[in-house]
């Protein structure tokens, strides 16, 4: 096995959070008509220059792939090294299917007379939108059984803080995944949730946690090498 070709993989888990850090919120703050508290970041590849967006999910999953390649090289014959980086793959593959799938415009943004005020109806959700959820359920669902997989890897090795830094990521998304339950069983209503408004604050605020752990975790795999 070629250890600096494993570095050079796992260093691409470094890269990939700052990259789509850096371009989410520069977008965030500069597209006209954007909100951090009312828009998703997912609403960002929508509109004109909506391809930036798009090319930075993909670009960070394919990032998150070679760090998956990195984190199989990494963990060979340890513990967790079956599923973490089949768990890691899936999650660096929704990525990638998210930014070739966009939503459909809600929440006033893009701004056009034609863009809801508030979420469209389930039945009204086109084909693209659809495939966007669900990679990005199935993504953030793998991620976090990814990270509990390694923060039982570095509990074996007996490295307590990255195993419970490890776990940050896992806890983050399961509260998100609370939060917007409760959003959706309280707007189930077609008409209601054509003008409801949803705070997207606290899914902007687990996003540096989940990259910013994940460039963590990146950066003691590949110094462990």
Known sequence: MNPALTRHLLAAGILAGPLVLAVDFTLALTREGFDLRRHASSQLALGDGGWM???NFVVAGLLMLAFTLGLHRALRSQ???????????VFALSHVGVGLFSIDPAFGFPPSPGTPAGLPAYDQASFHAVLHSLFGFVGFIALAAACAVLAWHFHRRGDRGWSWLALL????????SVYASHYESQHSDPAVRALAQFDFRPMWASLPVIWGTLSALAW??????
């Open 169 to 176: 990521p896992t806890v983050t998304v399961l509260l998100i």
């Open 220 to 225: 003691a795999l590949r110094r462990r090498r």
């Open 79 to 89: 513990p967790g090294g079956r599923w973490a980086p089949r768990l890691m793959a």
């Open 53 to 55: 967006q798009s090319l």
